[in-house]
């Protein structure tokens, strides 16, 4: 915890730039106004709304986590604190431009991308990513004309079994009924209404002791009403390693139990919907549906074996050279988030991170020496891992480091701030959003989902959004 408060050594404020109005954006403004009292922090999104993850990525069904609101509100209402909605760093405001107006630039803008299997087919209609999707019902502006069919087709296979993998799985199978009163997107929720999927398998390339979702969040799943199970009880033999991994992480442990639990009563229910846990299955190639030109019929998987990877108690799936096929229509892909670079900003493409040392940017040209003023924060700084409060204590470490570095940057010399960046985005025309004009959206929203029984009804277009300024 950052106790100590710290005053720029001149009369000039300390201008703060944070890039992305997720949690890790809104966790590093509100640490950098307590520990600065002349800090004056702009929070830029390309979004006119904010909150990033918390608003476009939490599950409709999960209202409890959206809480969290509340606080990052308080923080946007500080009088040292604003926010520029519909400003995109890269097209409407280069980083050079931003490093130029202010002393320290935050980014937080998440990963707003995917990693890829790059295997043959991946490119036929109905293989989406599992983001996708998510933006999908979370009514973000860029996917809510998305095409999704969930008509043609009574299975999906969902590759991955972490966390959002969980989500998208249990968004497909739960009763439309019950997501009606959440925030969901009325778009998927009448989608989902007409959906005709019945089977949901969850493939992972390695077994049930290496699932990477967590207990609360499993058993979420496994609760769903008038679900059958399936789950091989010959997936569930442990091996040695598999003991020694359980034994030294207890959500491993509790998601095998939960697993194994739910095994023993695999096929006792009689409901119509169904959900397959699958282990130890690559994903090979995307095959083509034999009726539905260009639209995916199914995946061909290879059957996998673990190998232990070193002293380091990981163990990683390989190939046996033995194959089955799962017919499906519909696939979404969950292996992962990925974050996207700008121009002039040094990053690791293999890892899809920007390389730093406990938030500060790592210079391209000398490995040696940070960035001035350049910061990262959340899933930019650390890759698309650990939920919602990690962010906090990332945050507490990316100001840390301002802190530390703060009597080294030149206050003496003037950066305009918020006041450079109004110029710049009336000279470019941008029509940005403050708070207030959320505050809009956020009543107009609030007011259509009370007519429904919904807490709100998103604004779910950019025409949409745009008009309410
Ligand atoms: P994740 O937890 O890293 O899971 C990724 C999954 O994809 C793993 O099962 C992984 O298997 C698999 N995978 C990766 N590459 C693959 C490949 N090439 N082929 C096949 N499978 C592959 O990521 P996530 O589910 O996107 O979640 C991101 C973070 O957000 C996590 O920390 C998660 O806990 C968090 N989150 C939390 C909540 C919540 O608290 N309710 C909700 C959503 C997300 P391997 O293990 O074999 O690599």
Same mark, same amino acid.
């Not at 604190?81 to 890269?90: E, Q």
């Not at 979420?220 to 091989?232: H, M, Q, V």
């Given at each position: 915890m950052i106790a100590r408060k710290f005053t720029?050594?001149?009369? @000039?404020?300390?201008?703060?730039?944070?890039?992305?109005?997720?949690?890790?954006?809104?966790?590093?403004?509100?640490?950098?106004?307590?520990?600065?009292?002349?800090?004056?922090?702009?929070?830029?999104?390309?979004?006119?709304?904010?909150?990033?993850? !918390?608003?476009?990525?939490?599950?409709?069904?999960?209202?409890?986590?959206?809480?969290?609101? =509340?606080?990052?509100? /308080?923080?946007?209402?500080?009088?040292?604190?604003?926010?520029?909605?519909?400003?995109?760093?890269?097209?409407?405001?280069?980083?050079?431009?931003? /490093? @130029?107006?202010?002393? !320290?630039?935050?980014?937080?803008?998440?990963?707003?991308?995917?990693? !890829?299997?790059?295997?043959?087919?991946?490119?036929?209609?109905? !293989?989406?990513?599992? /983001?996708?999707?998510?933006?999908?019902?979370?009514?973000?502006?860029?996917?809510? =004309?998305?095409?999704?069919?969930?008509? =043609?087709t009574d299975t999906a296979i969902v590759l991955g079994q972490g966390n959002v993998a969980l989500d998208v799985a249990r968004i497909l199978l739960r009763s439309p009924t019950e997501l009606a009163t959440t925030d969901i997107a009325s778009h998927a929720l009448d989608a989902l209404r007409e959906s005709s999927i019945r089977k949901v398998y969850l493939v992972g390339r390695r077994g049930p002791? @290496?699932?990477?979702?967590?207990?609360?969040?499993?058993?979420?799943?496994?609760?769903?009403?008038?679900?059958?199970?399936?789950?091989?009880?010959?997936?569930?033999?442990?091996?040695?390693?598999?003991?020694?991994?359980?034994?030294? =992480?207890?959500i491993r442990k509790r998601v095998f139990e939960l697993l194994s639990k739910a095994s023993s009563t695999s096929g006792q229910t009689s409901g119509q919907r169904e959900l397959d846990f699958t282990f130890f299955r690559k994903p090979d190639k995307f095959l083509e549906s034999d009726h539905r030109n260009g639209y995916v019929g199914g995946v061909h998987f290879e059957k996998t074996t673990l190998k232990g990877n070193g002293d380091s108690g990981y163990q990683i799936a390989t190939g046996t050279g033995e194959y089955e096929d799962i017919k499906c229509g519909l696939v979404l892909k969950s292996i992962g988030y990925k974050s996207i670079p700008v121009d002039g900003l040094p990053f690791d493409h293999s890892k899809g991170v920007v390389p730093n040392i406990k938030g500060r940017v790592i210079s391209s040209y000398d490995v040696s020496e940070a960035e001035d003023g350049l910061y990262v924060c959340g899933w930019l700084k650390r890759g698309p891992t650990g939920i919602i409060a990690t962010n906090l204590y990332d945050a507490e470490e990316t100001v840390a480091s301002i802190y530390e570095d703060v009597s080294k940057i030149e206050l003496t010399s003037r950066k305009p701030g918020r006041e450079g960046l109004l110029e710049l985005l009336e000279s470019k025309k941008i029509k940005f959003f403050t708070f207030d004009d959320w505050k809009k959206i956020d009543f107009e929203e609030k007011r259509v989902g009370s007519l429904k029984g919904k807490p709100r009804e998103k604004l779910t277009t950019w025409k949409d959004l745009l008009q309410v300024k």
């Open positions: 720029s050594a001149t009369s @000039q404020s300390l201008r703060v730039c944070v890039v992305g109005s997720g949690p890790a954006g809104f966790y590093t403004a509100e640490k950098m106004l307590k520990a600065h009292e002349g800090a004056e922090v702009d929070i830029i999104d390309r979004l006119p709304t904010p909150f990033g993850l !918390v608003r476009s990525g939490v599950a409709p069904d999960h209202p409890e986590t959206k809480i969290v609101i =509340n606080q990052f509100s /308080r923080v946007a209402h500080n009088e040292r604190c604003s926010f520029f909605g519909n400003v995109s760093l890269g097209s409407s405001i280069s980083l050079s431009e931003l /490093r @130029q107006i202010y002393h !320290v630039v935050v980014l937080a803008y998440g990963a707003e991308s995917d990693r !890829v299997l790059g295997i043959k087919g991946e490119e036929l209609k109905g !293989v989406h990513s599992a /983001r996708e999707f998510v933006w999908w019902y979370n009514g973000h502006p860029d996917f809510s =004309n998305m095409t999704l069919d969930l008509k =043609n002791v @290496q699932a990477a979702c967590t207990a609360k969040e499993l058993r979420e799943i496994l609760a769903i009403k008038d679900l059958n199970i399936n789950i091989k009880e010959a997936d569930l033999v442990k091996t040695s390693a598999d003991e020694e991994e359980m034994k030294n =992480n207890r």
